[in-house]
């Protein structure tokens, strides 16, 4: 196309008028694409040449024993840790390697983390404004006005984790498990392609495990759910594909029911009663 | 907008009211009252308190990042003392030839120091709208630099807390020095007037006074608004748990040096206010000492709570005015004794003692029930 | 005139050959300072010389006196006599000759002995030579060090027989090159070679002339000689650069210590560490006021005294205020500073305001001195030692017994270790004892290079956080190190920069510097000192 043509055209999109941070591209396969990734601590490798791939809209439980490097792995697709070597891809056109939390966390990344993390003086409403997909600069925040739409979607997500009732509390007096849910829910209005949850269920009672093993399942499809777990039931409950970690590196992966019979895995589980 | 947004609140209402009545009262009892009745309140009593007032504006800054941020800043007597040397400058270039040495150009110490023309950094300062404008410029200057280095890094916590502290130490040793052009050890002192007016005038030093108090208002409503905006809970939310806000997406740094050179600004205007009313800016007020007191007036008062700030400001002045005219050795033994007292048991300040009495739970608990109120 | 010429060292050498053989009449005493009372100007030198000559064990005294302007004959009797207090109206005198009292005089009764300054330096070099035939050999060495550049024709003959004959090598050395520069004075380019390695300033300015002499040969191999000089000196100027550095750092690194090991253990800010420097400052000042006359045996015992006192006052602090604020690092910082000046404040009231001077026993003054432009101060030296015996106890402390290895449990995870049955308040307190004491083991080394006074903590506050920044925390060698470099920096950066500006240069650094390495020079690694 000529110049002038493209000039003419009164639908042409010129390059400059796209946005520059460009959706994630999961055309091509996965959404999130680990290889020959290690990571050493003084000499103590915890990622040791990892390759892992989750496919877009894909519920994946990864378990392991203690020290086999789960949450170190989600440290590195957070931006938290740098690896020493290989590549992690989000989809296939950002480099996650080269970005640091906020850019990661804005390009649909969240995280929950081990021991629950809320901002204990805010109330459960304020938090959930913070987590709130929106243009989190300074001066836009400095600004920043709660529309009636913001609104809905709080009462939404409220809704979703059970926290109506709570929503003008400050978050340091929630149960654990409640901390727990609030924590999914800020996760929620962040509204990730992919949500990196760290044992989401510890300390939570049998029906609140049932409730949040409901929510996860929910959330596939729409959105990939990375579930470290180390309780055996919840996971089996969630009926997904399972990748064993074990010593910084990929151990096994399949069903539940395949994965529990692989000998290697048992022999690392060996009395834990997988 | 989020400036106007503290003016609908109860407490800054009842804040800024009272703040107006002693202001009122002050003007009263200096004017109405002639001089030598019981009830009249001299010059120098109006200025001091114009200066305690510039000392609450400096204690609200220090509050804005360490109460919401939780920035232990050791060096906010800097931005203080940056400020107060700026309108300083100005003042110097003010006298003019009434100078000991008459010269016209030169203030006193240079003419002194054998110097033939003026450095480069005094251009301007002649000019009270550039003075005024580097009051602003230059402490937000160095908090923007100190700032990103330090938050780029994420220097937090103790280490911050240090580092501020060396910034303070290290500009205290260079303007010292007489080859800064600051008028080393003697700093700047016998100004004659500002902006025309006289400062040996009564109505110019109660004018002056007004400017404070209008000025801490100024200052109060911009921390408020910051505060109540997203922002402010954005800071919090930061202060609780930074590696949980970065997860957010939010840039921490950047807020954390938004609301520091906000801060260092506000510290600049206290600083250039207090100076005509002192008649004297030096090096001592870049001492560690002075910025880790100002820290304390925020402790006593109440941390996070920006009126406590302008209430320990005002009480602790207030008792070392009292004490070292008393008893001159007892001051720092009170000051090292209140440091301990207040840490170990009033972590809340005096405004948690307020809040307590009146059997009430904390402020933002209800400032909350009333927006539930109002959604 | 002439005849003095050659004469002159005929006679130096008799007098240095025979020193003994000459009678020690009265007359002849009386003959000879007669002589040079009323010798002309021009014949003085004559005068001295045959004084000098007659081996007269008063002749030393003579000469002295006579170059002192303290040498008078009394008008009455014509008795010479010296003064020994010249002040009011009479004057006391002793007779010249005998030796006897002879109390006050009339001044207008004396009559000064007249001498000018070409004929004092010759005495002066007269008596070194003199000086060099003395029992002592310390003062023989001397005596041979000052004649360096003092050597003229008359002298140097006689020079020469003394340095075959001398049998200390460094005086021979002193006067080779004593007669080296002479020779250098007077055109000689052989003699050159002597004076290359040449560190003494007598010697550089002798050659100094010589190169800008018109002697194109003498000039050139001057300038050669003196460049190989300059580049020894500058050698020399490096070594003591960084001594000086070394020693400021060794005291940068031990103020720092304490604080390192609070800080890196329980993750206290402990603002009163200077106070607690001084303290141990004050225990060397106090020691000396117990044991007046002893300042070598005080010092000594202030070292354990210091140790107690100020880790007594450590345990205070930590039971009554840091006990209360686990877990509050700020809190604990405002709380420290507030005893911080409680302590300065007492001291001030209680002992005085004013600095005290805290004496320096002998076995620490003077300096060990390597060549002439390189000496080390002893108390640096020592000071040095010091600091780096401390540490190795304290490493000692911290490998090798059960304390230490607690405090690095504890340091590392505070929870495992108390799970695992060790009670952490115990070790909070012994390791907050252990750091307070080492703060008063830096003051008694301070005691000996600063002043101490209430303001001394005050000092050295900022200098020892930033020593713990750099090094990282909760790392002995890392402090160490992070104490000599900065010490060094401070004084490769002084002499350009000055003082001040080399202090601010250094902390605009050490911000810089953390940048790159937030945690230090030699930070802790790992999953535990992530989070």
Known sequence: MSLISELTDREHVFDFLTPAASPVDVRHGPILYMEDVTVSFDGFRAIDELTLTINDGELRCIIGPNGAGKTTMMDIITGKTRPDTGSVWFGSRHNLLTMNEPDIASLGIGRKFQKPTVFEALTVFENLELAMAADKRVFPTLTAKLTGEHRERIDEVLEMTGLQELRWRTAGVLSHGQKQWLEIGMLLMQRPRLLLVDEPVAGMTEQEMERTAELLTSLAGKQSVVVVEHDMGFVRSLARTVTVLHQGSVLAEGSMDEVSKDPKVVEVYLGEGI | MWLTQPLNEKSTRLFLGLLGAALALVTILHLVFPQGHPMHMSIYTVSLMGKYLSYALLAVAVDLVWGYLGMLSLGHGAFFAIGGYAMGMYLMRQIGTRGEYGHPVLPDFMVFLNWDSLPWYWYGFDMAWFAFAMVLIAPAALAMVFGYLAFRSRVTGVYLSIMTQALTFALMLAFYRNEMGFGGNNGFTDFKDLLGFSLSTDATRLGLFIATGVALAIGYVICRGIVLSKLGRVSIATRDAEARTRFLGYRVERVQLFVFTVSAMLAGVAGALYVPQAGIINPNQFSPIFSIEVVLWVALGGRATLYGAVIGALVVNYAKSVFTGIMPEAWLFALGALFVLVTVFLPQGLAGVLAKLRGKGSDDEKDLTEKEAAA | ?531
């Open chain 3, 1 to 531: 005139m002439s005849i003095r010429r050659w004469l002159e060292p005929i006679l130096i050498v008799c007098l240095l050959i025979w020193p003994c053989m000459a009678a020690s009449a009265e007359a002849d005493g009386q003959a000879l300072l007669t002589e040079l009372a009323e010798a002309p100007a021009s014949g003085k030198a004559a005068a001295i010389t045959a004084i000098a000559e007659s081996g007269d064990p008063r002749a030393r005294h003579w000469l002295q006196a006579f170059a002192d302007n303290k040498l008078s004959r009394m008008d009455d009797s014509g008795r010479f006599v010296v003064v020994l207090e010249n002040r009011g109206r009479d004057w006391t005198v002793e007779d010249a000759l005998t030796g006897e009292a002879i109390g006050e005089v009339s001044r207008r009764n004396l009559n000064r002995v007249r001498i000018n300054n070409s004929l004092r330096s010759r005495i002066g070099n007269i008596l070194g030579l003199l000086d060099l035939k003395v029992d002592d050999p310390a003062k023989r060495r001397e005596a041979a060090r000052e004649l360096r550049g003092e050597v003229d024709a008359v002298m140097a003959e006689s020079v020469e027989s003394l340095m075959e004959s001398a049998e200390d090598e460094d005086v021979r050395d002193y006067l080779a090159e004593a007669l080296a520069i002479h020779r250098v004075q007077r055109g000689d380019v052989s003699a050159i070679d002597t004076l290359r390695g040449s560190l003494s300033s007598e010697a550089r300015s002798a050659l100094n002339k010589a190169a800008s002499s018109d002697d194109p040969e003498l000039a050139s191999a001057a300038s050669e000689a003196l460049t190989s000089i300059e580049q020894l000196l500058k050698i020399n100027n490096a070594a003591e650069t960084l001594y000086f550095g070394l020693s400021l750092g060794s005291v940068l690194a031990l103020a720092a210590v304490g604080l390192a090991i609070t800080f890196g253990v329980m993750g206290v800010i402990n603002m009163a560490h200077g106070e607690l420097i001084m303290l141990g400052a004050y225990s060397a000042w106090g020691m000396q006021q117990l044991l007046p006359g002893q300042p070598g045996l005080a010092l000594v015992l202030a070292v354990p005294v210091g140790f107690m006192v100020s880790a007594s006052a450590g345990i205070v602090i930590e039971r009554s205020i840091i006990q209360f604020l686990k877990g509050r690092p700020l809190e604990t910082l405002l709380a420290t500073f507030g005893v911080s000046l409680i302590l300065q404040q007492l001291v001030r009231t209680v002992i005085s305001p004013l600095n005290r001077t805290v004496v320096t026993p002998e076995w620490m003054s003077g300096s060990l001195m390597i060549n002439e432009a390189l000496s080390l101060t002893f108390n640096r030296l020592y000071i040095l030692g010091f600091a780096l015996a401390v540490f190795a106890a304290l490493l000692l402390v911290m490998r090798r017994t059960r304390l230490g290895l607690e405090v690095r449990a504890v340091t590392q995870n505070r929870a495992m270790a108390r799970s695992m049955g060790i009670r952490a308040t115990r070790v909070d307190i012994m390791t907050f004892a252990l750091g307070s004491g080492v703060a008063g083991l830096a003051g008694v080394a301070l005691s000996q290079i600063t002043n101490v006074g209430p303001n001394l903590g005050q000092n050295y506050i900022v200098d020892s956080f930033m020593v713990v920044v750099f090094g990282g925390v909760g790392n002995l060698l890392g402090t160490l190190v992070a104490g000599l470099s900065l010490g060094t920096i401070n004084q490769l950066l002084e002499p350009w920069a000055g003082a001040v500006l080399a202090k601010v240069m250094v902390l605009v650094f050490i911000i810089l510097f953390i940048q790159k390495r937030p945690r230090g020079l030699f930070p802790q690694k790992g999953r535990a000192a992530e989070g």
